[in-house]
């Protein structure tokens, strides 16, 4: 008699599905990630790591190869995994003399779908491997450790840093380099609920947040009233002073209260129709109320202006979709070659 399936062994077969996630509605941005890991091992095994002399080579030399083949391994050992065009890779073996260990760091980028991190983690891994595998003959007492994503850029969710490795000051200097490096900017929420205190303002801090991670300088917030006074008033105060960038939430909506872009154009802006029209393909990928945004791009003086919806969501994919575009606008209003 054959044996009796029990519940639990027919919940998994029923559960046992997989299925690779469709990208096909990303957007195809710019993405890095960098993963780290290290070896340890006795001081006989490192001098001979250090100096070239172990039996099988230079095992640093010919791990940062192995590591750059496991990142273009990944897809066919993770069956889940997309394939990608993967564009750079960087990986560095440094000796360690106060613990007898080689610290791997393997940086991976390309322009696509979806992220780089499991790439960068199996060159990590495929590095580290490799070096066990060369020294574990003078000394297989090996510890493999402290494997980690360190950061991921790109796409809808930006930048992530793993938070051990963001107040590790060892690290500061594989600091992945931020698009909008020290580029003052100021955020205004143009909201009447806001301004009056029936609801908390939860766009702005998130600008706040993506502006500060991707390298920014924020030197001011202000919440405003529906009202084109008053929104004038704090508009023409940063373009006066020739801030390179101004960020406005709420206000790009169809509703009697939304004056935003008719209080930019009534104050001389310039309207960039391509960010606006960028902004609403876009955004209409993910939801199609998107199109009835009226969110764009504006220059008054030498500030470019970003317009976009009052929600949060709206906000983050907006200015993850012009990420790209900013640095290079800030860079031709200051007088900047197109080039």
Known sequence: MEPRETSLQWADKENSHFRMVDVSSKEVTF??????GSIRMGQKAFDMVLHRTLPKGDALKLAE?????????TPSLLPL????????????????????????ICQVSTTSKTGVEMEALMGANA????????????????????????????GKSGLWKHPEWEASTSSSHTQPETLLSK???????????????Q????????????????????IATHVVPDEKKALSEVILNFCEKRLPFLVISGGTGMGPRDITIQTLLELGAREMSGIGEHLRREGSRFKKSACLSNSGGFVLNQT??????????????GLNSVRD???????????????
């Open 304 to 317: 470019f202006i970003l317009a976009l919806p009052g929600s949060p969501k709206a906000v983050e994919e």
């Open 31 to 36: 993405r890095k990630a960098e993963a780290t």
């Open 65 to 73: 190869i192995s590591g750059i083949l496991g990142v273009k391994q």
């Open 81 to 104: 995994c997309h394939p990608l065009p993967i564009e750079e890779v960087k990986v560095t073996c440094t000796p360690d003399e106060k613990t007898f260990s080689v610290k791997v």
């Open 183 to 197: 580029i003052e900017c100021a955020i205004v929420t143009s909201s009447d609920r806001v301004s009056q205190n």
């Open 127 to 154: 590095a580290l491997l490799c070096l066990y595998d060369l020294i574990k003959m003078v000394d297989p007492a090996l510890v493999v450790e402290n494997i980690r994503l360190n950061f991921k850029e790109g």
């Open 325 to 339: 575009l900013i640095p290079h606008a800030v860079h031709i209003l200051k007088g900047g070659h197109h080039g």
């Open 199 to 218: 609801a908390s303002d939860s766009s702005g801090p998130l600008a706040h947040q993506w502006l500060t991670e991707h390298g920014a300088k924020v």
